[in-house]
């Protein structure tokens, strides 16, 4: 922690302004009057969370929708996104601890492009690299696995259903993923360093759409 603006850590009055709220048990007006003053060069860090609560100061606390449609659509769709990509992550960190061949319960795409449930004579015709997981949603299909029932199990424990009537802020059809994808066109040129001791090297791959090149950097330099 520290109380300089330098720091990448939290500005104080941002840590301030989640203390009241956390302390006023969600109190509405304390929280907004300890919010950073407008042009404080602060308040933009918190520009989201002052629009929900002017929201909540409108409408009420009980109406907290009508306080989250305060939000630009395009912001409130994120969040739901973000969920579930955080959801996304959560099972494919399970599925990878599982070991990394395919299982009966998997899901694949067939050549027709279907999601396809692997069963026990599809097993040794499919590998990792084509094992798909859901993006949760109204319109998916869990693999029929342990995986199957983990996702089940969070969604529950988060009290968290995917519903083709809900509200657009609640509502996602879902998608599906590959669970590992692999760099093409991988290239490293290494460079003189600054000193004997230093290696530099520039590394080149390609990846296809909704993968990121930070996971593949951190891969490549673990220790």
């Not at 060069?41 to 009508?66: C, F, H, Q, T, W």
């Not at 084509?130 to 693999?143: A, E, S, T």
């Not at 802020?169 to 230093?198: H, I, M, Q, W």
Request: glycine content about 6%; charged content about 25%.
């Amino acid at each position: 922690y520290s109380d300089t603006r330098n720091s990448t850590l939290e500005f104080p009055e941002v840590r301030n302004a989640r203390k009241v709220w956390k302390e006023s048990q969600g109190g509405v007006h304390a929280t907004l009057k300890a919010m950073p003053k407008v042009n404080s060069g602060v308040s933009d860090v918190m520009a989201r969370e002052r629009i929900i609560l002017k929201g909540l100061k409108r409408y009420g606390s009980n109406k907290p929708l009508d306080a989250l449609r305060c939000l630009q659509f395009n912001i409130r769709m994120f969040y739901i996104h973000a969920y579930q990509s955080y959801v996304w992550n959560k099972m494919a960190s399970a599925r990878i601890g599982m070991g990394h061949k395919v299982m009966v319960g998997d899901l694949v795409h067939s050549e027709d492009g279907k999601v396809k449930t692997i069963s026990e004579q599809d097993v040794m015709h499919y590998s990792l690299k084509d094992i798909i997981l859901p993006l949760p949603g109204y319109n998916i299909v869990y693999p029929a696995n342990q995986i199957g029932t983990r996702y089940r199990e969070f969604l529950q424990s988060e009290r968290v259903s995917f519903e083709k009537n809900a509200p657009a802020e609640a509502k996602a059809k879902g998608a599906y993923r590959k669970l590992v994808v692999f760099p093409t066109n991988v290239s490293c040129e290494f460079l003189e360093g600054l000193d004997d001791e230093t290696k530099s090297c520039v590394v080149s791959f390609d990846l296809p759409a909704g993968s990121y090149a930070t996971i593949v950097l951190r891969e490549l330099m673990r220790s």
